[in-house]
C-alpha cells in the first residue's frame, strides 16, 4: 500500500499516560496535515507541516500536544497526560501543493 | 473564520431516487469548496472540488455565492452510494475546515 499510514490503528491508555502516533505520509508529498475526529462530527484541524516546518496549529492543539516531522519525511504526534476528552480518531493526511490523501486513522481511547 | 454547514445528519433514499445533500459555508473571502466520501470502513477520499466542475460516479455539485452553497446532487442513487459525506471548505491559508457529516443510505 503506497497511501498514507499510520500507526497504531487502535491505541488504549490510562489517562494520565502519555502516548505518540506515527503518520507516513505519500513519499514525494512535502505537506502533511494531522486531524481530530470525534463521535458525529467532521475531522477538526490540528497542524501542518511543509517539509519539516510546522507552519500551523489549531487552537485545539494544547500544551499536552506536540507533533513534530523531523526529516521533512513521517510525522508524530503525542499527546501528553491524556485526558478521557483526548478519545478520538487522529487521522493524518499528506498533499503534494494539491489534494489531500488520508491515513485510515488512530483511535485513541483513554480509560 | 470559515464554517461548513450540513444541516443533515442522516439521509434515506431509495435506489433510482435523486438525491442531494446539502452544504452552506461561510466565508469573508472565494473559498476552494470540497465533497469527501467514507464508505463503510474506508478512509476519508476526495470525491470532487468546485474548481474542476467534475462529475464524479454521477455526483455533480455547483458553487452558489450568492446562497454561499455547494449542494451535492446525483440524478438516480445506487446503493453503493450509501457512504458518509462531509463537505469542507479551503480559505487562503492550506486548512480544510469540514463540516459534521451527512451519512447517506441508499436502500433497495
Known amino acids: 500500500d503506497t497511501g498514507v499510514s499510520q500507526d497504531p490503528r487502535h491505541k488504549i491508555t490510562k489517562r494520565g499516560q502519555n502516548v505518540t502516533f506515527r503518520c507516513d505520509p505519500i513519499s514525494e508529498h512535502n505537506r502533511l496535515y494531522w486531524y481530530r475526529q470525534t463521535l458525529g462530527q467532521g475531522p477538526e484541524f490540528l497542524t501542518y507541516f511543509q517539509n519539516e516546518a510546522q507552519l500551523e496549529k489549531s487552537r485545539l492543539l494544547s500544551d499536552r500536544f506536540s507533533a513534530e516531522r523531523p526529516k521533512g519525511s513521517f510525522s508524530t504526534l503525542e499527546i501528553q497526560r491524556t485526558e478521557q476528552g483526548d478519545s478520538a480518531m487522529y487521522l493524518c493526511?499528506?498533499?503534494?501543493?494539491?489534494?489531500?490523501?488520508f491515513g485510515s486513522g488512530t483511535r485513541l481511547t483513554v480509560v | 473564520a470559515q464554517r461548513v454547514t450540513q444541516p443533515e445528519k442522516l439521509l434515506s433514499v431509495f435506489k433510482g431516487a435523486p438525491v442531494e445533500l446539502k452544504c452552506n459555508y461561510s466565508?469573508?473571502?472565494?473559498?476552494?469548496l470540497f465533497w469527501y466520501v467514507q464508505y463503510s470502513r474506508q478512509r476519508l477520499q476526495l470525491l470532487l472540488r468546485h474548481i474542476s466542475r467534475e462529475s464524479i460516479k454521477g455526483f455533480t455539485a455547483d458553487l452558489n455565492k450568492g446562497e454561499t452553497s455547494f449542494h451535492l446532487k446525483k440524478p438516480f442513487a445506487q446503493e453503493e452510494d450509501s457512504a458518509m459525506y462531509y463537505c469542507a471548505s479551503r480559505g487562503s491559508n492550506y486548512k480544510l475546515t469540514f463540516g459534521k457529516g451527512t451519512l447517506l443510505t441508499v436502500n433497495p
Open positions: 466565508y469573508s473571502g472565494s473559498p476552494e
Open positions: 493526511a499528506s498533499s503534494l501543493d494539491g489534494d489531500r490523501y
